[in-house]
């Protein structure tokens, strides 16, 4: 059964001026035939992200004769408070402007809730085509399209070549001297090595962040995601038999082994790749950017995620999309909206101005960030490698659950086994809510 999440029937509108008439979500059509799109956006006007929609939705106007599209840009903070308290907010009240940006992991839950608007009902198909299948695949949800997005990430393992090189760790290389996908390590190349490192550092050698948030979902996962391993059943909701099964076990087991073995340290210890402290740090591609301008002298490159299984490789993805809601009364040019805010344009400007991998197809090819390595190794592991974190309307939880899990290992609180049967039991009351 689906959860309803406090999206409220208002049973009239008021009316603030006597030249318009306006609905709950701030849609406002006036007199004169205008018809207002309210666009809720979780960056600064002042940002590349921030500037890129507020160009957008000029072009948008401008395209669209009697269209006024009005961009609100509510900061998020933290893990996205700010905006999304005020998302959250409006969803309790049935106060959703017309398009929204949520983050991707998040669809199904909005989309079970009734939240979002199914996108290619409205979009030729042709133009959903246009984006790269993960984005198209993140921003789906019971086999609807809900959000898009003109770009994505995905996040490298960094290591420090020269740490490599004085602990005898020969680095995996093609013919150009490339770290490719195809070379990367398994589990067990990855733990001896890191053991390597370790006895030659005289100290943890890989940096991960060990404590409870959504960066163990994010970062994390593909470890247990490339052991052919799920944490969920098709469902959604289903956690007994897939977040216990073998495989995902043995994957908590190489993160366990990780912490038992003194190779990543329990407590997070910052800047410890940029100041030489760690030979291996599992960090956002933004990162990339900033070891580069602001440590000159670092000598880092990327290298692929391990994996546990052959032909499962993962590696981490996404981004915040953009959607429509069903509170709209302009279905039809909130998701064309929802396109242009997207497109092939915005993508080329966030790759100049943010060093974001483009989302649409036919710029791949073209791009100039990502045709030479190490950058190459994040398109590659965007395109080739398995993406499966659960669509699910639970997924906060099972994100929290996950984060419980790591950081219970990290601080020896529980077995393996006793931290996921807690695990299984958290989700299972809150799936209960939707069955």
Not at 196 to 215: A, C, I, T, Y
Not at 224 to 233: H, K, M
Not at 360 to 379: I, T
């Amino acid at each position: 059964m689906k959860k309803a999440v406090g999206l409220l029937t208002v049973s009239a509108l008021v009316c603030f001026s006597s030249a318009c008439s306006s609905n709950a979500n701030g849609d406002v059509e006036s007199e004169n035939g205008t018809k207002e799109l309210t666009v809720w956006v979780h960056v600064p006007a002042d940002e590349p992200e921030g500037e890129n929609y507020d160009q957008r939705a000029k072009e948008f106007e401008e395209a669209n004769e009697g269209v006024k599209v009005n961009v609100e840009h509510i900061v998020k903070t933290g893990e996205g408070s700010g905006y999304n308290d005020r998302l959250n907010a409006a969803i309790t009240t049935g106060d959703l402007p017309d398009i929204i940006t949520l983050e991707s992991v998040y669809t199904a839950s909005y989309a079970d809730s009734d939240i979002l608007l199914p996108l290619e009902d409205h979009l030729d198909q042709s133009v959903i085509d246009s984006y790269l299948d993960t984005i198209v695949d993140a921003g789906s949800a019971n086999d609807h399209l809900y959000a898009l997005q003109s770009f994505d990430l995905s996040s490298p393992v960094f290591f420090n070549a020269d740490i490599f090189e004085e602990a005898g760790i020969e680095v995996p290389a093609d013919e150009n001297g490339n770290w490719t996908l195809d070379q990367a390590w398994t589990y067990d190349e990855f733990l001896s090595n890191a053991k390597k490192l370790r006895d030659h550092m005289g100290q943890e050698p890989v940096h991960m962040f060990p404590d409870n948030s959504g960066w163990q979902m994010y970062a994390h996962s593909p470890l247990i995601f490339s052991n052919d391993a799920e944490l969920v059943g098709e469902n959604g909701l289903d956690t007994e038999g897939y977040l216990n099964s073998e495989n995902t076990l043995k994957a908590l087991t190489l993160i366990e082994t990780l912490f038992d073995e003194g190779i990543v340290a329990p407590v997070v210890r910052e800047n410890a790749f940029a100041l030489g402290q760690a030979a291996i740090s599992f960090e956002g591609s933004w990162m990339v950017d900033v070891f580069s301008n602001e440590y000159p002298d670092l000598n880092w490159s990327l290298m692929p995620y391990p994996y546990g299984k052959e032909g499962h490789q993962s590696a981490p993805h996404g981004s915040w999309y953009v959607a429509a809601t069903q509170s709209t009364e302009h279905p039809e040019l909130a998701a064309e909206l929802v396109a242009h805010l997207t497109n092939k344009e915005s993508a080329q400007v966030m790759e100049e101005a943010a060093g974001l991998i483009p989302g649409h197809k036919e710029l791949l090819d073209s791009s100039a960030l990502y045709s030479d390595y190490p950058r190459k190794l994040m398109l590659d592991q965007l395109v080739n490698t398995a993406h499966v974190k659960p669509k699910s309307p639970i997924f906060p939880v099972l994100e929290d659950v996950l984060g419980d899990i790591v950081e219970g290992i990290a601080l020896d609180s529980g077995s393996v086994e006793e931290l996921v049967d807690d695990a299984i039991a958290k989700a299972d009351r809150e799936a209960e809510r939707f069955r």
